[in-house]
Nanobody, 124 residues
Framework: QVQLVESGGGLVQAGGSLRLSCAAS????????MGWFRQAPGKEREFVAA????????YYADSVKGRFTISRDNAKNTVYLEMNSLKPEDTAVYYC?????????????????WGQGTQVTVSS
């Protein structure tokens, strides 16, 4: 069993930056591929980024490519999402998630464990 706790969300102006963290607990946390998803009000939850067990490779949604960076520190059982050049359309609740295998990593139903989410609000 893996428990995930996100932190680092908040209010930021357009063009600003935030770094989200996802702390994973459980003996096998470092053996999971990790993903970040987001859900804006009235919209479906969507894929943002994913990272493999070792930290490479990683994969991004087109909407965040070049602005967001996913990374992980397996010694700390923590995954990060560095978000730069934020836009109002990035406003959403951001969720981290864990899955056993590095396949179908853009599909939310493939993930086995989810955090509770952290709110990111970008003002214009």
């Amino acid at each position: 069993q893996v428990q995930l706790v996100e932190s680092g969300g908040g209010l930021v102006q357009a063009g600003g930056s935030l770094r989200l963290s996802c702390a994973a607990s459980g003996r096998t946390a470092s053996t999971y591929a990790m993903g970040w998803f987001r859900q804006a009000p009235g919209k479906e939850r969507e894929f943002v980024a994913a990272i493999s067990l070792s930290g490479s490779p990683s994969y991004y949604a087109d909407s965040v490519k070049g602005r967001f960076t996913i990374s992980r520190d397996n010694a700390k059982n923590t995954v990060y999402l560095e978000m730069n050049s934020l836009k109002p359309e990035d406003t959403a609740v951001y969720y981290c998630a864990a899955k056993r295998f590095w396949i179908d990593y853009t599909k939310l139903h493939e993930y086995e464990h989810w955090g509770q989410g952290t709110q990111v609000t970008v003002s214009s």
